[in-house]
T-cell receptor, first 114, second 111 residues
Framework: EAGVAQSPRYKIIEKRQSVAFWCNPISGHATLYWYQQILGQGPKLLIQFQNNGVVDDSQLPKDRFSAERLKGVDSTLKIQPAKLEDSAVYLC????????????FGSGTQLSVL | ELKVEQNPLFLSMQEGKNYTIYCNYSTTSDRLYWYRQDPGKSLESLFVLLSNGAVKQEGRLMASLDTKARLSTLHITAAVHDLSATYFCAVVTGGGNKLTFGTGTQLKVEL
């Protein structure tokens, strides 16, 4: 079974530039999550989709972050403009449903903002 | 606001020794997960604990849950070097699948 795919694996940008990350969940998984993991900390949920609708985006900095999940399959997370404090690993996860379901995580995109 | 705390944050131990990692959380929870993360890798689910008194074991790792105390433990028996990793607990509250992660425990098992 193919896992959660993410790209790119690494990205280095300068502050104020824009960046986008891509995620393809496990086939058939209706729920998709984006987490931010800052070095030395546990992952923090940014946004959760159920199919192509947003379930929870309460911790997403909406002035600079945006995410979409067109057609309810793959998803893109964008940062515009990036700040130094956005340096982190961005993890995508998926699950069959949004209640009582195990999450499967991708390998993440490591972002460095200089 | 839900808070999830782990201790210790760092743990260095010798092979063959036993130790316990603690996870405290501040509100009632529906479920609690333990994850393992190797450097530069993603999160691997180890256990899910669903009810008070739940105990799960896999190899040298055993997890338990006390919902009244809002405490979970991850016990390591006769540690081996391959267990070196960062371990996270994560708590689900309020229905749905929103995970709130602890700070993580970085475990190093010395040969």
């Amino acid at each position: 079974e193919a896992g959660v795919a993410q790209s790119p694996r690494y990205k280095i940008i300068e502050k104020r530039q824009s960046v986008a990350f891509w995620c393809n969940p496990i086939s058939g998984h209706a729920t998709l999550y984006w987490y931010q993991q800052i070095l030395g900390q546990g992952p923090k949920l940014l946004i959760q989709f159920q199919n192509n609708g947003v379930v929870d985006d309460s911790q997403l900095p909406k002035d600079r972050f945006s995410a979409e999940r067109l057609k309810g399959v793959d998803s893109t997370l964008k940062i515009q403009p990036a700040k130094l404090e956005d340096s982190a690993v961005y993890l995508c996860a998926s699950s069959l449903g949004w209640v009582d379901e195990k999450l499967f995580f991708g390998s993440g995109t490591q972002l460095s903002v200089l | 606001e839900l808070k999830v705390e782990q201790n210790p944050l760092f743990l260095s131990m010798q092979e063959g020794k036993n130790y316990t990692i603690y996870c405290n959380y501040s509100t009632t929870s529906d479920r609690l997960y333990w994850y393992r993360q190797d450097p530069g890798k993603s999160l691997e689910s180890l256990f899910v604990l669903l009810s008070n008194g739940a105990v799960k074991q896999e190899g040298r790792l055993m997890a338990s849950l006390d919902t009244k105390a809002r405490l979970s433990t991850l016990h390591i028996t006769a540690a081996v070097h391959d267990l070196s990793a960062t371990y996270f607990c994560a708590v689900v509250t309020g229905g749905g699948n929103k995970l709130t992660f602890g700070t993580g425990t970085q475990l190093k098992v010395e040969l």
